[in-house]
């Protein structure tokens, strides 16, 4: 009997043990979840070292051709395309290898009733996730990804889809609604007509309208909804997340009652022919390497950062070719020229590093044991890595103004190249890589004339040092 006792006694101080535990990891989530700073969304970003999105997870779908046989089980579907059960370990292998930053993309048709409610268990799930980047102290981008199926942009589908799209987002903002800051929501991924992918990145004017229109419907209902949701930072993207120009000057900023809370991202696997697994394994530091890389980046620097409005770039990445060290300086060139213009980078890993099938291998790092697959890209993506090559960023040798310009520019500093003589010549490049001038010459008061040159980026270069110049 007595025996009895104490066992029944055992177990009774056993489960108030954990019952203690739970509360106490609760108390830990909650205190850091509810904890605000009212930053801006400029310092949200100028805080961001570099990030890593949870790839081929919470994203994960079955198309069309495919039943659904994961029945409502939320680890079914994080684990459908070949990626392991998500951990609180990775999120801390990742913080400190130097990732301070982690994108949660989520796909929320698969859960959700005909009415568009979002399954408790999937709920949960999400949030744990989330709560592992919390305790981590990471900034999270929390995102509705894959759901073209509920989220449409044509005329005729448009308002149901509005319908959808509020529906999700109040349910979204509402269990949210007490994390602190360093949460922020991103409406939607690659927002498009699906029937348009063929012509990817350009959309309709009737698309660009009703994206436009999602985005209000975003801000409004965040900011209706309780707790620290008034002052939420919120994330939005141009059709297709394009790099590109026709999506990025469609883009209509939403109206925001509270002011510098809004993000521009857009998505970037740049150059394509290296990023993806048709084409080259070699990159280099030519202008026609770069180019599709700087010249968005410059337009977006140009129509929002100079402007006051924050831009990440949401996904970016370059597929395994066993081409290590290529892609190294590249990821090294990429983050640098970014930071450079004032906007950080998420890294796309798909957990795909070897495979038989005909996917991309965008992986860096290896989800089952905590380790990173190609240590020296690590090290360029976390600035760590020891380029050789010159800055092709900026340079403290040559100073050119005014930037943007008309037509005149002054330069400074070519008596660092011990010129004995003017008057000198200088090349300009455009964004392309291409030459577009040879034998301009620079008058004996230092300034140089490109008012001929048609509006646009260029890149003088001088003894290889080159500096970017905007054309107005």
């Known amino acids: 009997m007595k025996t009895v006792k104490m066992i029944v006694i055992k177990q009774f101080f056993v489960q108030m043990w954990r019952i203690v535990s739970l509360l106490c990891t609760f108390s830990f989530a909650t205190f850091a979840a509810n904890a605000q700073n009212g930053i801006t969304a400029q310092e949200w970003v100028a805080n961001i070292k570099i990030g890593w999105n949870l790839g081929n997870t919470l994203d994960a779908w079955f198309n069309g051709e495919q039943a659904d046989t994961c029945n409502g ?10 990626n392991p059960v998500t951990t609180k370990a990775m999120f801390t292998s990742l913080k400190d290898a130097g990732f301070n930053a982690i994108r949660i993309p989520v796909t929320w048709y698969n859960a959700i009733d005909a009415d568009f409610n979002i399954s408790s268990d999937w709920m949960a799930r999400v949030t744990e996730i989330v709560n592992y980047a919390v305790e981590n102290d990471m900034y999270i981008v929390l995102n ?10 044509t005329a005729a589908e448009k308002e149901q889809s509005l319908v959808a799209f509020q529906k999700i987002w109040e ?3 509402d269990n949210f609604k007490n994390y602190n800051e360093k949460l922020v929501f991103e409406a939607l991924n690659e927002p498009r007509n699906p029937a348009n992918d063929a012509n990817w990145g350009v959309g309709s004017a009737e698309e660009y309208a009703a994206l436009n229109e999602h985005y209000q419907v975003f801000v409004d209902v965040v900011r209706a ?16 997340a394009s790099a590109w120009d026709d999506a990025m000057n469609a883009l209509v900023l939403p109206t925001d009652a509270v002011p510098n809370k809004l993000i521009v991202s857009f998505h970037n696997y740049a150059p394509g022919n290296f990023a993806f697994k048709e084409g080259v394994n070699t990159w280099s530091r030519h202008y026609y390497d770069t ?11 140009t129509k929002y950062v100079s402007q006051g409005i924050p831009v990440i770039i949401g996904e970016f990445g370059a597929v395994n070719k066993n081409n290590e060290a290529q892609r190294a300086g590249w990821a090294d060139f990429y983050v640098k020229y970014a930071e450079s213009n004032g906007i950080k980078c998420f890294y796309w890993d798909n957990g795909l590093v070897t495979t038989t099938e005909d996917e991309d291998l965008f992986a860096i790092f290896d989800r089952r044991n905590q380790t990173f697959y190609f240590p020296e890209i690590v090290k360029a993506l976390t600035g760590k890595y020891s380029a050789t090559a010159i800055d092709y960023v900026t ?6 103004y005014p930037n943007p310009t008309k037509g005149q520019l002054t330069i400074s500093g070519l008596e660092t190249f011990n010129y004995t003589s003017l008057p000198q010549t200088i090349e ?20 140089i004339d490109i008012s001929h040159l048609p509006a646009g980026v260029y890149f003088i270069h001088i003894n290889g040092e080159r500096v970017k110049v905007v054309k107005q």
């Open 73 to 82: 089980n939320p680890l079914c579907y994080e684990t459908l395309w070949k």
């Open 144 to 153: 509705s990804h894959h759901d073209e199926r509920i989220f449409k942009l």
């Open 171 to 173: 349910q979204i903002a």
């Open 225 to 240: 909804s309780s707790g620290n949701n008034d002052k939420r930072i919120l994330v939005i993207n141009p059709y297709c």
């Open 291 to 301: 180019g599709e890389i700087t010249y968005p980046i410059d337009n977006y620097f």
């Open 395 to 400: 340079t403290d040798m040559l100073k050119i």
């Open 428 to 447: 300009i490049y455009n964004y392309t890589g291409y030459l577009v001038e040879t034998n301009l010459r620079v008058c004996p008061n230092n300034t």
